[in-house]
């Protein structure tokens, strides 16, 4: 009975071993491929390499916007989730329990001595409250913790979110010497890590700011749109397709800071770069990198030059003082813009904080007026009245309209600003004083297309297509009756205009007739140094224009400064050309324009001032800030008087 | 006793493939851990050696002799571990003698094979109701006592213990099916009384394992998977395998050195291992078969037995088709006790083919 008995346990024995070499051959030759898939995926972590972004520097190479470095403090999220649950001011509910829901007595300090020290001591290290360190993280566990909740409740089981394996910050942008501090100090903070990210600086503070413009988080939406625009961007074609499906250009995160306004927006393409992607294979659990397997580095976004100087600009902003408005220096021939100061303005460093106030500021900081505010030209506009007028010889050097103070038309009273009358006036009297009568006049005799085919021409009503977003078009009004001629001829009425866009005419004026594209990019540079794009002037439109008429319109430009309504201010010494405006704003207050160029035989600086809702005239308010910009293009002029 | 060793009776098949087992396990246990494991383990080997060639000089029947006080020995040191051990990763297992640490259970699986040998050796003209019962209650006591540690991998390779011994012994049929479907009737009581919840989330993980994937021992078993199956034909070769070297496989140097093996080796390989368990289980029974010495005969089919419950159910739960119980690969392992209890084991199966008699009783 023995060996028939020896046999059969043989048998079964060898029935599990044949069991087990099926399986084996199964697992290891017939599903390899999907083990070796399941392998590399959990084994391969990717992740980001960012680019840095582009620096935007004005035409003396001024860092206008810069990346720097900046240093978050994160924790790992069990330390976190503990502290919460310990400290936290209402404790995390959670389905699955921790050892730390158990002892979540506070009045139990052995149970947590460990955990309170480490806390304390990592607030004491970053200079803070535990209590600020918990509430900074508080956003992030509530949210991990949900994510959790809902998976754990769809499949009713204890389940390990991906989540809870991250770093999360505690405090964001500590300093270099905090950072390293952490570091050195890895053991006594385990769970702690450095995260280091770029941030974005001006160096200048509230200085052109609104050119530069600032950035802001993407939206949901705005990230789906932008990631399409990536879609199979290949980046080298020198790698096998494996690889390369791997290495294709994500284009934007989710969390991803894109430029909101100014420069930063505009160029953003530029400005942004291309985003590197490392694949690395991690050690499981406490995920050291073990080594990189594939990588892709990162392109840095290129550097941008404007035609701004920062020099004039700072001192644009500073003549502006507390007045609301704004201030545009161009080269004339052109179309560089120098200067385009606003007031008020904010800080784009701080803007994060400040974005709620100053969004419901009434003087609305956030607006860039030059591009964005149209306003009444008052009799600023009146050149383009004058032009028109001569190059149709409605008018001519000898035509006088005598002024009592007003005008009649069909029995509306058009008065002119000044109540005694300028007597009789001819174009060489009219400009320097700017008497409405004149032009109300007129306007009764130009046809009514003309005014409006002038002003076209000078390009009011249209964009001047200035490298900045959200430029307005302003409002020229079809010129269908007699009445609305004549309000249009002084610059009222339903007529509205750009701060840009009037310098773009005294630009005209000033050149001997070329309506100049205004810019701020001046050239593109990459990080190596080479020039990629440089602004590409097209040769402005050339407005047809007798040069006798313009003649006459320099030449009464520049009495405005020697005997008209922006005489004694002091501009005489800088060769000033220009004219003064006010517009009334139909409340009780002016808009108050100044706009001209100097020195008016070479003209070197075309400039335009506003000064928003005042009491006072363009030449009482305007004229000093001119004064003040011109003593700082022209320093030496200004000692010599 | 002491003197009577024919050499020409050395087993000379069996030795080179304990031999082979035992380097392949050394490597393989650095390619899992460090040199630190492999210096402990060579120690072990060393140990089991010196055990292994002293043991083979006392005749096997002194062990028959002395059997139910070593069993009663064992059963008390059990006791004791109970309630004065330490207790490491939740249980209590080891006794810890300087910084080498002792598993008392380990040696109950041969003191248990040694005193069922003993008890049930004359019994050749069939066993009745008393004798089959009181062999189950020598088996369910030192098992009560290791599930409560608990030890479940090490208790449950006792029933196969068990019921080869019996069989061999000469069990009718009759009662070794009513044994079966008592022992399916009593499982229910084990899971509701005996088991911990650990151990019952270790058993649902093996019947659903896609549900536990994330958890314990869910995640061991498809770690273990990953290995295997990315191991394909040839494997990632010594030191390669990312599983292993990535620390992504737990439990590398001990219950899952298969799936190292299986990783970095491949198919083929893995099945030379399996070819080496089955030459040794083969020449186990060839030695049975031609002892007449009837307690000499259960105590090999016994231990053979252990050997082939370890080596089968340990490779099955690093495939995924047996729940993962911390059992060990018979000399390929890292582990103390167990590589002693093996070499103790080794060596009375070495004895008994030494020591061959002739079955008094019978002739």
Not at chain 1, 199 to 205: A, D, F, G, H
Request: aromatic share 12%.
């Amino acid at each position: 009975m023995y060996p028939i008995r020896n046999k059969s346990i043989f048998v079964i024995f060898l029935l599990f071993v044949f069991c087990i070499v099926a399986r084996l051959f199964y697992l290891q030759i017939m599903e390899s491929s999907k083990y070796k898939g399941i392998s590399k995926t959990r084994r391969i972590r990717s992740y980001p390499l960012e680019a840095v972004r582009g620096t935007i520097f004005d035409r003396h190479g001024n860092v206008l916007a810069i990346d720097h470095h900046a240093f978050d403090i994160s924790v790992k999220y069990r330390n976190l989730l503990y502290c919460h649950i310990v400290y936290g001011k209402n404790p995390v509910q959670r389905i699955t329990e921790l050892p730390a829901h158990k002892n979540t007595d506070k009045s139990c300090k052995e149970c947590h001595e460990d955990l309170e020290k480490w806390l304390d001591g990592l607030a004491r290290v970053l200079n803070t409250s535990r209590d600020r360190l918990l509430k900074n993280s508080k956003k992030a566990v509530k949210k991990v913790e949900q994510i959790k909740k809902n998976m754990e409740k769809k499949f009713g089981r204890p389940i390990l979110v991906r989540e809870e394996n991250g770093y999360y910050p505690v405090i964001s942008d500590v300093t270099l010497e905090k950072a390293i501090r952490i570091e050195i100090e890895k053991d006594i903070f385990p769970g702690v890590r450095v995260t280091p990210r770029s941030k974005r600086v001006y160096p200048e503070q509230a200085t052109a700011s609104h050119v530069i413009g600032y950035m802001g988080k993407l939206t949901g939406k705005e990230w789906e749109e932008h990631s399409e625009k990536w879609d199979n961007f290949v980046l080298d074609s020198s790698r096998s397709e494996d690889e390369n499906s791997l290495l294709l250009y994500d284009g934007y995160a989710k969390d991803d800071f894109i430029g909101r306004t100014g420069v930063e927006a505009m160029y953003e393409d530029e400005l942004r770069g291309m985003r590197g992607k490392r694949f690395e294979e991690i050690i499981c659990k406490n995920t050291q990198i073990e080594k990189v397997v594939l990588e892709r580095p990162p392109v840095s976004g290129n550097d941008i030059y404007l035609t701004i100087d920062s020099k004039i600009q700072s001192h644009a902003e500073k003549a502006l003082g507390n007045n609301r408005g704004v201030i545009i220096v161009m080269e004339p021939q052109t179309g560089e813009i120098l200067a385009l100061a606003n007031n008020p303005r904010y800080n784009p460093n701080t803007l994060n904080n400040d974005f709620t106030r100053l969004n419901r500021d009434s003087k609305k900081p956030l607006l860039n007026r030059t591009i964005q505010g149209a306003l009444p030209p008052g009799s600023v506009f009146k050149v383009i009245t004058a032009i028109a007028a001569m190059s149709q010889n409605t008018i001519n050097l000898h035509t006088n309209f005598e002024c009592n103070g007003y005008t009649n038309y069909k029995n509306i009273i058009f008065r002119c600003w000044s109540d005694s009358g300028h007597g009789s006036v001819a174009i060489e009297d009219a400009i320097p004083f700017s008497c409405n009568v004149f032009f109300f006049e007129t306007a009764k005799r130009l046809e009514k297309e003309l005014l409006y085919d002038w002003a076209k021409k000078f390009g009011i009503g249209e964009k001047t297509g200035i490298d900045l977003l959200f430029e307005k078009a302003g409002n020229l009004p079809d010129i269908k009756t007699t009445a609305t001629a004549m309000n249009v001829a002084i610059g009222q009425g339903a007529l509205l205009t750009t701060p840009l866009q009037l310098v773009r005419v005294y630009a005209a004026i000033a050149n001997g007739g070329t309506l100049v594209q205004p810019h701020i990019m001046s050239k593109i540079k990459n990080k190596q140094g080479e020039i990629l794009k440089t602004f590409s002037p097209d040769t402005g439109k050339k407005i047809d224009m007798r040069p006798e008429i313009l003649s006459v319109i320099q030449k009464a430009l520049q009495e405005v400064v020697t005997r008209g309504t922006a005489k004694n201010k002091g501009l005489e010494v800088y060769k000033v050309a220009g004219k003064t405006g006010t517009a009334e704003t139909g409340r009780r207050d002016n808009h108050a324009w100044f706009a001209g160029y100097a020195p008016y035989d070479n003209p070197q600086y075309v400039f335009l001032i506003l000064v928003e809702h005042t009491q006072e005239h363009g030449g009482t308010i305007a004229g000093p800030i001119a004064k003040e910009l011109m003593s700082f293009l022209y320093p030496e002029l200004g000692q010599s008087s | 006793m002491i003197g009577s060793i024919r050499t020409k009776n050395f087993d000379w098949i069996i030795f080179p493939v304990i031999c082979i087992l035992l380097t392949i396990g050394v490597f393989f246990i650095l390619s899992a851990s460090n040199e630190r494991y492999v210096m402990k383990q060579l120690v072990w080997i060393g140990i089991g050696f010196v055990l292994f060639f002293i043991l083979l000089y006392f005749d096997y029947l002194l062990f028959g002799y002395y059997s139910y006080i070593i069993y009663i020995g064992v059963i008390c040191l059990l006791v004791l571990l109970l309630v004065t051990g330490d207790a490491v990763k939740g249980s209590r297992r080891w006794f810890s003698i300087g910084s080498f640490s002792v598993q008392p259970s380990e040696f109950m699986k041969i003191t248990l094979i040694l005193a069922l040998a003993r008890f049930l050796r004359y019994k050749k003209h069939g066993l009745g109701l008393f004798d089959v019962g009181a062999a189950v209650l020598l088996t369910i006591v030192p098992m009560a006592l290791i599930i409560k540690q608990p030890d479940l991998g090490t208790a449950l390779t006792m029933i196969p213990v068990l019921i080869a011994i019996l069989y061999t012994a000469g069990i009718s049929i009759f009662y070794l099916g009513a044994l079966f479907f008592l022992s399916l009737a009593v499982s229910p009581l084990l899971w509701f009384f005996v088991l911990q919840p650990y151990q019952k989330l270790r058993i649902l993980g093996f019947l659903w394992p896609e549900k536990t994937a994330d958890w314990g021992a869910g995640y061991h078993r498809l770690q273990s998977l990953i290995a295997i199956g990315s191991g394909g034909l040839l494997g990632a070769g010594w030191g390669n395998g990312t599983q292993n070297r990535l620390k992504f496989l737990p439990e590398r140097h001990t219950d899952f050195i298969f799936a190292v093996i299986a990783e970095e080796w491949g198919f083929l390989r893995a099945c030379f291992i399996l070819f080496l368990y089955v030459v040794f289980f083969m020449c186990g029974l060839g030695i049975a078969k031609n002892t007449r010495e009837p307690f000499g005969r259960l105590v090999i089919v016994g231990l053979f037995t252990m050997f082939a419950t370890q080596a089968i159910i340990n490779i099955a739960m690093n495939l995924g088709i047996a729940p993962i119980v911390g059992i060990t690969l018979p000399f390929v392992s890292y582990g103390g006790s167990s590589m002693l209890t093996s070499f103790v084991a080794l060596s009375i199966i070495f004895n008994i083919k030494i020591h061959s008699k002739i079955d008094l009783a019978s002739e």
